[in-house]
C-alpha cells in the first residue's frame, strides 16, 4: 500500500506540471551543427541587391538563383568584405569584424521546435553606429525570421525582403519607419515569424520577442515562443529558442509542420548595436525532419 501512495504521488505531480515535463529540451551533443556566417550588410537594401548596376547578382536573382547558391562556398561566404565596407555602403562606419560564424542546431518533438545559437559575440563596432540608450542596455540580440509559405522568393532573397532604402538609419529616409515587407499583409499570411532575444544590461534582465514583420515589424503579438534562452561564457554566447510547432497567421506564428522546409535568416546585434548595425546571415533553409541547409533532428 505505501508503495502504491508512493506511485499515486508522482503520478499526482507529473500530471501537475502538465506535458511539458515529457517534452525535455534535446540533448545538443547529439544535434548536428552547420555553421554559417554572419556579416554586416551596411546599407546594401533589397533595392540594392535588385539594381544591375549595383549587384551583379541580380540577373541570377531573377533566373531563380539563391544568395546562398552564388555567395557560399567550402571556405563560408564569398563576398567583397571591404566594399561593404566602404563609405559608399557604410556611411557611418563598420565594425572591425564584418562577419563572423554562427553554429546553428535544430531539434523538435512532436509539441516544440528548438534552435541553438552559439557564437563569438564581437565588440568592436563603429563609434558612430546608434546604441541602445534605453536601460536595459543589451549587449547582444539574437533573432530569427522564420517566412510564411506566402512569401514569395523568401528561399532566394531570405531577411533582404524586409530590408528597404527607406527604413530608418538608411541614408535620408525616416527615422521612425521601420523594416516591412513589400506586399507584407497578416491577414492574408504574407509575414515572417520574428523572435528574439535580448541579452540586458550585463547579462541581467534578459527579454524575449514573439512577433512579426509583415506591412511593418511588430514586437508583439505573437503566442507560439515558449522561451527564449541565452548564456554568455566568456564572449562565447548560447542562446536557445524554444517555440510551438502549432501557429496561427492571425498572431503572426506559422505553423510548423513534420516534413516541412522553411526559409529562414539570422540576425545578431552585438556591442550594443540597434537597427541596421547588426550582422545577418544569408536566406537559409529550415527542414523539420527534411533535407534543407539545416535540418531538425526529430527527438
Known amino acids: 500500500m505505501k508503495k502504491l501512495t508512493i506511485s499515486l504521488a508522482v503520478f499526482g505531480a507529473l500530471f501537475a506540471f502538465g506535458p511539458h515535463l515529457a517534452h525535455a529540451a534535446p540533448d545538443w551533443s547529439k544535434v548536428p551543427k552547420r555553421d554559417i556566417q554572419v556579416f554586416h550588410p551596411g546599407v546594401a537594401t533589397h533595392e540594392w541587391i535588385m539594381k544591375a548596376s549595383d549587384h551583379s547578382g541580380r540577373r541570377g536573382l531573377k533566373k531563380g538563383e539563391t544568395c546562398v547558391g552564388c555567395h557560399e562556398g567550402k571556405a563560408?561566404?564569398?563576398?567583397?568584405?571591404?566594399?561593404?565596407?566602404?563609405?559608399?555602403?557604410?556611411?557611418?562606419?563598420?565594425?572591425?569584424?564584418?562577419?563572423?560564424?554562427?553554429?546553428?542546431?535544430?531539434?523538435?518533438?512532436?509539441?516544440?521546435?528548438?534552435?541553438?545559437?552559439?557564437?563569438?559575440?564581437?565588440?568592436?563596432?563603429?563609434?558612430?553606429?546608434?546604441?541602445?540608450?534605453?536601460?536595459?542596455?543589451?549587449?547582444?540580440?539574437?533573432?530569427?525570421?522564420?517566412?510564411?509559405?506566402?512569401?514569395?522568393?523568401?528561399?532566394?532573397?531570405?531577411?533582404?525582403?524586409?530590408?528597404?532604402?527607406?527604413?530608418?538609419?538608411?541614408?535620408?529616409?525616416?527615422?521612425?519607419?521601420?523594416?516591412?515587407?513589400?506586399?507584407?499583409?497578416?491577414?492574408?499570411?504574407?509575414?515572417?515569424?520574428?523572435?528574439?532575444?535580448?541579452?540586458?544590461?550585463?547579462?541581467?534582465?534578459?527579454?524575449?520577442?514573439?512577433?512579426?514583420?509583415?506591412?511593418?515589424?511588430?514586437?508583439?503579438?505573437?503566442?507560439?515562443?515558449?522561451?527564449?534562452?541565452?548564456?554568455?561564457?566568456?564572449?562565447?554566447?548560447?542562446?536557445?529558442?524554444?517555440?510551438k510547432l502549432a501557429g496561427s497567421d492571425k498572431d503572426g506564428d506559422i505553423t510548423i509542420t513534420p516534413g516541412q522546409v522553411i526559409p529562414f535568416g539570422v540576425a545578431i546585434h552585438t556591442d550594443k548595436t540597434v537597427w541596421r548595425f547588426h550582422h545577418v546571415s544569408l536566406g537559409y533553409t529550415l527542414g523539420i525532419g527534411a533535407p534543407a541547409d539545416i535540418k531538425a533532428s526529430k527527438q
Open 76 to 243: 563560408g561566404i564569398d563576398f567583397d568584405m571591404k566594399r561593404l565596407a566602404s563609405k559608399a555602403l557604410e556611411p557611418v562606419g563598420a565594425p572591425k569584424t564584418m562577419s563572423f560564424p554562427v553554429s546553428v542546431q535544430a531539434a523538435y518533438d512532436t509539441e516544440n521546435l528548438y534552435l541553438r545559437l552559439t557564437f563569438k559575440a564581437p565588440a568592436d563596432a563603429a563609434t558612430e553606429a546608434p546604441r541602445e540608450d534605453q536601460a536595459p542596455m543589451h549587449e547582444v540580440k539574437a533573432a530569427i525570421m522564420l517566412a510564411s509559405p506566402q512569401v514569395e522568393h523568401a528561399e532566394q532573397h531570405g531577411c533582404w525582403l524586409t530590408c528597404h532604402s527607406d527604413v530608418r538609419s538608411m541614408p535620408g529616409s525616416d527615422p521612425k519607419k521601420k523594416k516591412y515587407l513589400e506586399h507584407g499583409e497578416l491577414a492574408g499570411g504574407v509575414y515572417y515569424d520574428y523572435i528574439q532575444w535580448k541579452s540586458g544590461e550585463a547579462g541581467k534582465g534578459a527579454t524575449q520577442v514573439d512577433g512579426y514583420v509583415a506591412a511593418e515589424r511588430v514586437n508583439k503579438g505573437g503566442k507560439a515562443l515558449v522561451k527564449a534562452e541565452g548564456e554568455n561564457r566568456d564572449g562565447t554566447y548560447t542562446v536557445t529558442f524554444t517555440r
